[in-house]
Antibody, heavy 121, light 113 residues
């Protein structure tokens, strides 16, 4: 059974940093691209960032480009999201998502439970 | 602003058929990228409902179906049930001069009245 367990969320001041983690199990982690998707309170889903299966390719939404860095450690089956220069509009529940196909361009068939990031002074 | 456009809300009576639209452009749905649909209940993670325009993952009732034509896609729910009351999101891929991205619709809140 696929399991994705996010952690690292919390309350941070504007301009601060946080590092999210997503521990994966139940599938061959190194064979799949992975993504982070966020959902602001009462709002819709927003894709944030994606990374190739090897980690060589990284992709970002314009809203976070230059501030967030996605990475992965295939030896630890873990996905990361380093978030710097956080803004109030980054407040959201951050989900780790696994694609149905390894390439990551298609649908997401497994999601974690999310970790809440609150940016406020 | 969201790249894919969905109606913010829809409603239907039990047993009825409802169709949720998802409108894109020539850089996403119209470019041939697949459309996927998710169902989300309050306080829970999204669940994949339809993948690859019209394919139901195992366990999804055949009351749910998807279609795609041109720059739009639709999710149809027949025999509406109270348990179908949820938020529904479409998702595709967008490729333009500014880059390539996963894109979502703004979501549709379905109420079973």
């Amino acid at each position: 059974e696929v399991q994705l367990l996010e952690s690292g969320g919390g309350l941070v001041q504007p301009g601060g940093s946080l590092r999210l983690s997503c521990a994966a199990s139940g599938f061959t982690f190194s064979g799949y691209a992975m993504s982070w998707v966020r959902q602001a309170p009462g709002k819709g889903l927003e894709w944030v960032s994606g990374i190739s299966d090897s980690g060589d390719g990284t992709y970002y939404a314009d809203s976070v480009k230059g501030r967030f860095t996605i990475s992965r450690d295939n030896s630890k089956n873990t996905l990361y999201l380093q978030m710097n220069s956080l803004r109030a509009e980054d407040t959201a529940l951050y989900y780790c998502a696994k694609p149905y196909y390894g390439s990551g361009r298609g649908s997401f068939d497994s999601w974690g439970q999310g970790t809440l990031v609150t940016v406020s002074s | 602003q969201t790249v894919l456009t969905q109606p913010p809300s829809m409603s239907g009576a039990p047993g009825q058929r409802v169709t949720i639209s998802c409108t894109g452009t020539s850089s996403n749905i119209g470019a041939g990228y697949d459309v996927h649909w998710y169902q989300q209940f309050p306080g829970t993670a999204p669940k994949l409902l339809i993948r690859g325009n019209n394919k139901r993952p195992s366990g999804v009732p055949d009351r749910f179906s998807g279609s795609k034509s041109g720059t739009s896609a639709s999710l149809a729910i027949t025999g509406l049930q109270a348990e179908d009351e949820a938020d529904y999101y479409c998702q595709s891929y967008d490729s333009s001069l500014s880059g390539s991205y996963v894109v979502f619709g703004g979501g549709t809140k379905l109420t079973v009245v």
